[in-house]
């Protein structure tokens, strides 16, 4: 009614504010409609970024019902459920309403603020990171919440098998860790099958297993020579490799062929300096998921498995050293000891005992340095410990004590060092030498005899041209005295005998001097060594008040010897047991058949020898004399020429036997002596004196001396022989073809061996040879440093004269070289 009674300009005024009125609602119904296209594009970007994610994403009220689900949860359970909203979120994550314990969504729907956890869900089977948070509205009042559900049983998986490998403990053995990781290297990449191993060749081309899980169970160790395909993608990486063609690579392998796997990954396992020695591999028949990932896990297995595999290899090398150097103490012949710087036992080897004879007990309470013997000790004790203390290697050559009280030589290394505890030790490895130094004393010896043999040839050569002239004239004067006898003569010839025996000495010392050089050659033939025994024994005895016991068994091998030198080692061992005995007593021969092995100590080669053992009963050498007794000139009597016991040795040595001694004051010496036996089948004729042989004929004689010509011609004129001379070689060749070609040949020649500055013995025979096959020749020499005076037939000589000789000797010589032959071509003998 008021509108009614209004002016018209009241009415114009309030239609302004009417038309005013409307555009404010016409605006703000236009902003609302824009608001509400913008909460739904809003609404629709929301729910667009939530589908994107691959997390479990819904709403639930405040009963736990679900109100949206992003397309996550639809996909994990909508084909078991259908439509999900509406539903109990329990039914699908526990499979149920009704739980007896709490959940981290109950929490957040009660009231709390928030909760984020790692729980397990046993109705998915899986590790799951729930974040819950409570919604709000307007007024502030919670009406529900958000969910986010996280799938992290890869990660967890992952974490448990690193945090499993950085806790595995080696020392609970090293086939146990690498079981272990194989078995979490499969689980972290949620594979059925992986190995680790190592290559067994330097080509690496073959791997041997350490470790297989094959299917949720540890596998059999096998062997497999790699494709060379794979072989080479495992040398050339550095890295982890994979492939999904593995199919291809075992087909020829029976064990990983039923695998039926196809992908693999796998990295080398690389040492500290580099060197690939080993690979690790997970396989399987699915395609590898998250394989960066699965590269990367690896990567931290193969540093692991290649550290614990250096180490157990360091392991079994270190015990393999340990085994080896084991076996090699306890079977070497050497000694090892370890000991303390002042010498007290650590260790002994078991050779300790077997060389040493003490029990390894006994010598475990004694100090090394008590075994030395005292006058070696007091050089040694004080070194021994500076050099330990100051870790210095050397060496040492001493005495060590045996059981029997006997000292043996040892030739010692010592090899100081510090324990890992820093206690100092000395590793000694001693060698016996006694055997070696003995043996370094007879190359010694035979050195210094072959030194004085060269002297005593030289001298002895000379000494027997002169009396060669001596002896011969001797023979002479007494045949042409004998030949008018009376009394004076008998008295002349009485003298002229003791020239003669004078000469035979002085022959017999020429001899030993001889044998000293390398003209003592000995002249072998068949002999016994029982009957050279038996006569030299006899001879050597005759007027002695010592007795001598034989014990000489017929069965005794025969063997090959130069009876003189012989005879002359036999008289020589008798004759010091003989002045060993002053007051009377025992000599006990005794020979008998050995053979000889390489085990033996003697520096003989093996074989038969006769064994032949003179023992006396008298006073015995003592121990500082005995290495010294076969020494030239040493003697320890009065009227003793110290040649006796060498000469022994030096023929024995010619022999290629050996003589040993064993003595003990007060009681007695042994001397043994080894002869080779004849490898050859023949009787022994019984000795038997030739009678003096006279002759004809015409014999040349080749003689660089004129004294020895002139008594040469007169024995062989008195013999009944013609006579002719010539100075060398080439004068006998000269008159030797002369005398073929006149008629008148010579029935034998005789040449000096050796002729200064002209052709001698031996070329000339060679010449003569050629010129007369038949010839027989004579070689004469007062040094036989030749083979031809030992084996004359061999360089066509039909016997020997040797310096000096008498008539006797001459007449022997030529009637053993003509022979009842050499008359059938005699001319008529005619005075020269």
Request: net charge negative; aromatic share 8%; hydrophobic share 40%.
């Amino acid at each position: 009614m008021d509108y009614l009674v209004a002016t018209p300009q009241q009415l114009r005024e309030e239609i302004y504010r009417l038309q005013a009125r409307i555009a404010q609602l016409e605006a703000s119904e236009a902003r609302r409609k824009q608001a509400e296209i913008t909460l739904r594009a809003a609404a629709e970007e929301w729910e667009q970024s939530f589908n994107a994610l691959s997390d479990d994403v819904f709403i639930l009220d405040k009963t736990g019902i679900i109100l949206w689900a992003n397309k996550a949860v639809r996909e994990r359970f909508g084909t078991l459920h259908g439509n999900l909203i509406g539903l109990d979120y329990r039914i699908l994550y526990y499979g149920t309403p009704h739980l007896e314990t709490s959940t981290p969504w109950e929490s957040v729907l009660a009231g709390a603020v928030s909760a984020v956890v790692e729980i397990w869900l046993p109705k998915l089977k899986g590790w799951f990171l729930v974040s819950c948070y409570p919604l709000y509205d307007m007024e502030g009042k919670q009406w529900g919440a958000i969910s986010v559900v996280k799938d992290i049983t890869d990660r967890r998986r992952v974490e448990e098998a690193l945090r499993d490998i950085a806790q595995g403990a080696p020392a609970a053995g090293g086939a146990a860790f690498f079981r272990s990781l194989v078995k979490d290297l499969a689980k972290a990449l949620d594979v059925s099958y992986a190995f680790l191993a190592e290559f067994v060749d330097p080509a690496q081309t073959r791997i041997h297993t350490i470790a297989v899980w094959t299917h949720g169970e540890y596998g059999e160790p096998f062997t497999w020579t790699l494709p060379e395909a794979l072989a080479s993608q495992i040398r050339g990486a550095r890295l982890p490799f994979w492939g999904n063609d593995m199919r291809q690579h075992i087909l020829h392998h029976e064990q990983l062929a039923a695998w039926g796997v196809n992908s693999y990954v796998g990295s080398p396992l690389v040492n500290s300096v580099g060197q690939i020695i080993g690979v690790i591999m997970a396989l399987d028949h699915r395609p590898l998921r998250n394989l960066q990932l699965a590269q990367s896990i690896l990567g931290v297995f193969a540093v692991r498995a290649a550290s614990e595999l250096e180490r157990k290899r360091a392991e079994e090398a270190l015990r393999d050293n340990e085994e080896r150097y084991r076996a090699i103490a306890e079977n070497a012949y050497d000694l090892i000891f370890e000991t303390t710087p002042n010498g007290v036992m650590l260790y002994l080897s078991p050779s300790c005992r077997e060389v040493l004879g003490y029990s390894l007990e006994e010598l475990q309470q004694r100090n090394f340095l008590h075994l030395i013997h005292p006058d070696d000790r007091s050089l040694i004790a004080d070194e021994f410990e500076r050099k330990v203390n100051a870790l210095e290697d050397w060496q040492m050559v001493c005495r060590l004590e045996h059981q029997t009280e006997e000292w043996r030589w040892f030739e010692s290394h010592i090899k100081p060092f510090r324990t890992t505890m820093g206690d100092k030790v000395a590793v000694i490895v001693s060698r016996d030498i006694t055997e070696r130094r003995r043996l370094d004393e007879e190359r010694a010896r035979a050195t210094k005899l072959e030194s004085i043999g060269i002297l005593a040839g030289g001298i002895a050569h000379d000494f027997n041209n002169i009396l060669t002239a001596v002896f011969a004239n001797i023979g002479l004067a007494k045949m042409l005295i004998s030949k008018t006898l009376n009394t004076t003569q008998h008295m002349i010839i009485d003298r002229l005998n003791a020239a003669e025996k004078a000469c035979m000495r002085a022959r017999d010392l020429t001899k030993q001097l001889l044998t000293f050089a390398k003209g003592g050659t000995p002249v072998k033939n068949p002999a016994s060594v029982a009957r050279l025994i038996t006569e030299t024994a006899e001879f050597a005895l005759r007027g002695s008040n010592v007795r001598c016991e034989l014990d000489l068994p017929e069965t005794l091998w025969p063997v090959e010897v130069d009876e003189g030198q012989m005879s002359q080692v036999i008289q020589n061992l008798i004759i010091n047991a003989d002045h060993a005995m002053p007051n009377g007593g025992i000599i006990r021969i005794t020979a008998s058949n050995v053979t000889l092995d390489t085990t033996i100590s003697l520096p003989l080669k093996p074989g038969r020898y006769v064994k032949v053992s003179i023992e006396d009963q008298g006073t015995g050498i003592h121990p500082e004399h005995l290495p010294k007794i076969f020494d030239p000139y040493f003697t320890t009597k009065q009227k003793g020429s110290g040649l006796g016991l060498a000469t022994t040795y030096s023929i024995l040595k010619r022999h290629e036997g050996h003589i040993t001694v064993n003595s003990e004051l007060g009681v007695g010496t042994t001397f043994t002596f080894y002869l080779p036996a004849s490898e050859r089948n023949f009787q022994i004729a019984p000795l038997e004196e030739a009678p003096v042989s006279l002759g004809t004929g015409r014999i040349l004689v080749m003689e660089d001396e004129e004294e020895i010509r002139e008594v040469l011609g007169k024995m062989l004129v008195e013999l009944g022989y013609e006579v002719d001379f010539a100075h060398d070689g080439t004068e006998i060749l000269a008159k030797y073809q002369q005398a073929m070609n006149s008629g008148k040949p010579y029935i034998a020649t005789i040449m000096d061996l050796t002729i200064p500055g002209g052709v001698g013995g031996k070329e000339s025979i060679r010449q003569l040879k050629a010129l007369d096959p038949s010839v027989v020749a004579l070689v004469s020499s007062g040094y036989s440093n030749d083979p031809v005076m030992a084996n004359p037939e061999d360089y066509g000589f039909s016997g020997i004269v040797a310096k000096p000789y008498n008539l006797v000797d001459l007449s022997k010589a030529l009637s053993k070289a003509l022979g009842s032959a050499t008359y059938s071509r005699l001319p008529t003998n005619s005075p020269s």
